[in-house]
């Protein structure tokens, strides 16, 4: 790609690094940016300058916030005896956007994976440990993605956990609502089938 | 998507400003720029405001260029009587990256688009009339897409040009360079019998 202006080279270069933006998609975004009001571009470069300078780290479910402890743990009316541990922000906002749950979250920051060198002392457990020796907290339920590493990190947490004073539980797995038997995958249809639960009538 | 941090809710609806970036999209990116240092987001924000800045139009082709003339008009080794007009600057890149053309470029700025309520005085022609009355340009090749604003636009400038002592000619248009016949669309390959070419041996 040949460019007529360094100035927009370096712009392309800058949206190329963001992943899954390649030149091309990048040269259109630029060219989109120097169609608009000059204004435009300032407003966008200052919400992620903005962003990137405040934003903190929720000091006790490590959740990304705007305050030293994020509106959640914040929030007085959220059930505290109740703590959900996740893998990422990406996980707490897709539970939080179903708005079955009111408890608190504890953000391990990762998921053990000896493929890419994260271990245990690479998560937030320590602090885990610690929220719960505070007594309040009476169920910890574990919402990691059912993969090889999720299962190893839920195998090491409630080996960790198993001497505290709370309950552990993990989010159910199997057929997904709405999905066709037919089409669901052996692994999940089989584990369905041997964990299957009592009906409710 | 209920998001944590105003600050990551504003950078988030920055980048699904973007044409062809979501919500889902912008959150993936503004996450991996939490990621990285402070530094990056820095670089990144800096070369979008220079750019924006920064940049000019070329006063001879109307290509975007750091300076008042593009580098493409400045260089003395290009072959000052071709120009080729073409519609916009993604167009001049392509023909740029072909390496197949030596001559001068001068961008429309866009097609005549009844639709999009885009005249021929929105389009820089009097500036290429002015260039061509200068004298100096023996040939106006027309690069434009073959849709249909692109051959209204074409027809437009071919009636604009014939009184002026130039040659004209349009890029060649075809079947593919190693496309299958049978998947060429009917249009182009009927229009290919009819325009067929002598053939050289």
Redesign the interface.
């Known amino acids: 790609?040949?460019?007529?202006?360094?100035?927009?080279e370096?712009?392309v270069?800058?949206f190329a690094?963001?992943?899954?933006?390649g030149r091309k998609?990048a040269?259109?975004?630029?060219?989109?940016?120097?169609k608009q009001e000059?204004a435009?571009?300032?407003?966008?470069?200052?919400?992620?300058?903005?962003?990137?300078?405040?934003?903190r780290e929720c000091q006790t479910c490590h959740?990304?916030?705007?305050a030293e402890i994020?509106?959640?743990c914040a929030d007085t009316r959220r059930d505290r005896t109740l703590v959900c541990v996740v893998e990422s922000?990406?996980d707490?906002?897709a539970i939080?956007?179903t708005g079955q749950y009111r408890g608190l979250y504890h953000l391990l920051g990762g998921i053990i994976s000896p493929i890419e060198g994260i271990g245990p002392s690479d998560l937030n457990i320590e602090s885990l440990l610690a929220r719960i020796q505070e007594g309040e907290i009476r169920e910890v339920i574990m919402a990691i993605s059912p993969t090889i590493e999720g299962e190893t990190t839920v195998y090491y947490l409630a080996k960790k956990l198993q001497d505290l004073d709370v309950t552990l539980s993990a989010i159910a797995r199997g057929v997904s609502f709405g999905g066709d038997l037919e089409y669901a995958d052996e692994l999940t249809l089989g584990r369905s089938i041997v964990a299957r639960i009592p009906y409710n009538r």
């Not at 790609?1 to 927009?8: A, E, P, Q, V, Y």
């Not at 040269?27 to 120097?34: G, I, K, M, Q």
């Not at 571009?41 to 934003?55: C, Y």
């Open positions: 790609m040949t460019f007529s202006s360094k100035l927009i370096k712009a270069e800058a690094t963001l992943p899954g933006i998609t040269l259109r975004l630029v060219l989109h940016l120097l000059k435009v571009t300032e407003q966008f470069s200052t919400a992620l300058l903005n962003m990137r300078d405040g934003i959740n990304l916030a705007d994020c509106h959640i922000i990406r707490l906002m939080e956007d």
